[in-house]
């Protein structure tokens, strides 16, 4: 194979790589703590590059890029340890993570998980006063750094509830 042609296919593979990466709803100063596309909508969470426990923030946004439907917490005053709380899920051949921000009544569980049997499951899960209400599934992989590793960076709490994958 000639230079020329491992340049081109270098090039190509690096297009395809580029254009292969998910949406998000977070800016270019922000740190992309998950990303996904969900059909027209972009799920994501976002967080300043000093998030800590006490200091900066995470925050869950939903809609499109031209438009974030929703953001919880609805500012960016609230630091992590308060914006959300943080959980690992633990399964035969797999495991996954998520975090859980609240917003009165409404609960929005952002989730990346994988097991052996039945493959990848990523998106948000919605409820209401501890009842599911819905949940919107991830159509393209998404771009994650959950896991515990960051939870304890941000200092996020353990989520004492429980938490069933849809």
Request: charged content about 20%; hydrophobic content about 40%.
């Amino acid at each position: 194979m000639t230079q020329t042609v491992q340049y081109a296919l270098l090039a190509i593979l690096s297009a395809l790589s580029a254009s292969a990466a998910p949406p998000t709803l977070c800016l270019a100063n922000e740190v992309n703590v998950f990303s996904c596309g969900a059909g027209k909508k972009v799920i994501s969470v976002c967080a300043s590059k000093d998030a800590a426990a006490d200091r900066g923030y995470l925050q869950y946004r939903f809609g499109t890029p031209k438009s974030v439907e929703l953001a919880v917490p609805a500012g960016k005053s609230t630091p992590p340890a308060k914006s959300a709380l943080a959980g690992n899920l633990v399964f035969s051949g797999g495991g996954g993570a998520y975090l859980r921000f609240r917003n009165g009544d409404y609960e929005y569980i952002v989730y990346t998980a994988i097991g052996k049997g039945w493959g990848a499951k990523d998106g948000v899960a919605i409820e209401q006063n501890g009842k599911r209400r819905g949940h919107v599934a991830c159509t393209d992989v998404p771009d994650s750094m959950m896991g515990p590793d960051y939870f304890s960076k941000a200092g996020l709490s353990d989520d004492k509830g429980d938490f069933d994958l849809p």
